[in-house]
């Protein structure tokens, strides 16, 4: 039997975050993780680093995490992969007052920013191919990043401060006394605690459940390929044909492959997840559709591809925040996708939310008990794919 004041579920960037800044402000915690290594969505997620989005709360929250990318080493330690190539979101003309919105509102929160006219744009990217683009949204500072060293490098860091980290060490239960969280079970046995974080990806609702919680998620199945081919001069989204790509190092580029696979079945042992390639027809759909805004991938051969499970909520954001029904426990999971980028200011937040009682303003928007409240998340601007 062992105890800590919080226990953190679930190893992956958001988990390894919280448990950082837990650590980090001298808080007693304990991370749990099924996996022996960084492994689930976390190992598979694109790592875009970019500050435009549909509504203006991820934008700020991707905003607060930017500078700690940017100063990694500094403020956490170790590396993280952080290239700063740029990012450039590609709209149609009917989207040029949508783009302009988000642009103004990133600028107010800092983020270097500009909305330019495809034919500028062209100077920068002679790459690409332009029809159909009515306006291009550019960050010099965003980018991409390497997911598992930023992950390893939080626990790492995490471990430093006096967190422990304890790995191949499922939790199959939640233990409750009457409305009040006791602490988790795990293969290992019982484990007291009077906090506790599920941020277990896709295994957080069953796990809610063995407490009687239930958590509106969902699991969709996303994946990714490299092919060797000549990159883009920065990380791409194209609202105009629902594609994304990156640059992969020099000379390889990133594509996500869209799968519309819902609700397959969360991975059943926690410690192998999904890691299964996309269909080959799915690749080359994807490559084809890339093609059209990058034509150097029309030939170029695939060298790998990857897919995961990720866990999606109704309005596609994240359910953050203490659980209505069982005090103590907090849920910090659902982020559809987009967790990657916004990891470090979730993680700061989470870790005042729990450690000083503090509401945070920018977490409000997430609670878990907004669809019962008719306050799911709407977009501010109408993207046709973001």
């Given amino acids: 039997m062992t105890a800590s004041d919080v226990t953190v579920v679930g190893g992956g960037v958001i988990g390894a975050s919280i448990a950082y800044h837990l ?48 100063r990694w080493a500094q403020r956490i330690g170790g590396h993280c992969g952080f290239a700063a190539v740029g990012f450039a979101f590609l709209a149609d003309a009917d989207r040029r007052a949508g783009v302009a919105t ?90 007291h605690s009077t906090r506790v974080v599920i941020a277990a990806g896709v295994h957080s609702a069953a796990l809610g459940a063995t407490a009687g919680l239930q958590l509106r998620l969902r699991t969709r199945r996303v994946g990714w390929a490299i092919a060797v081919a000549a990159p883009p001069a920065h990380v791409i989204i194209d609202d105009t044909l629902g594609v994304y790509f990156r640059p992969h190092g020099t000379d390889r580029v990133l594509f996500g492959v869209p799968l519309d696979d819902w609700d397959p079945p969360a991975p059943h042992d926690p410690a192998r997840p999904d890691t299964a390639a996309p269909q080959q027809d799915r690749i080359d759909r994807a490559q084809r559709a890339v093609a059209q805004r990058l034509p150097a991938l029309r030939e170029a051969p695939i060298e790998s591809a990857a897919a995961a499970i990720e866990a999606y909520t109704p309005d596609n954001h994240p359910l953050i925040g203490p659980l209505p029904g069982l005090t103590g426990a907090y849920v910090c ?34 609670r878990p008990d907004r669809f019962e409240r008719a306050a799911a998340i709407a977009p501010a601007v109408a993207y046709r794919h973001m």
Wanted: hydrophobic share 45%; glycine share 10%.
């Fill in 102 to 191: 988000i642009a103004a509102a990133l600028t107010d929160l800092g983020v270097e920013t500009t909305v330019m006219s495809p034919q500028r744009y062209r100077i920068l990217a002679p790459e690409l191919s332009l029809d159909g683009v009515g306006t291009v949204a550019v960050e010099p500072r965003s980018g991409y990043a390497h997911p598992t060293r930023t992950t390893e490098a939080l626990l790492a860091a995490a471990g430093r401060l006096g967190a422990r980290v304890v790995r191949s060490a499922a939790v199959t239960g939640l233990l409750r006394h009457g409305a009040t969280v006791t602490g988790v079970r795990t293969a290992a046995g019982i484990h």
């Fill in 333 to 366: 999971t659902g982020f559809s996708g987009g967790g990657f980028k916004v990891a470090p200011a979730v993680g700061a937040a989470v870790a005042d939310e729990i450690d000083a009682d503090h509401p945070r303003e920018e977490l409000q928007p997430y």
């Fill in 23 to 70: 650590a980090r402000r001298g808080v007693d915690v304990t991370l749990f993780d099924a996996a022996d290594r960084t492994a689930g969505a976390t190992v598979h997620s694109a790592g875009q680093i970019r500050m435009h989005h549909a509504d203006l709360f991820d934008c700020r929250l991707a905003a607060l995490s930017l500078p700690t990318y940017e």
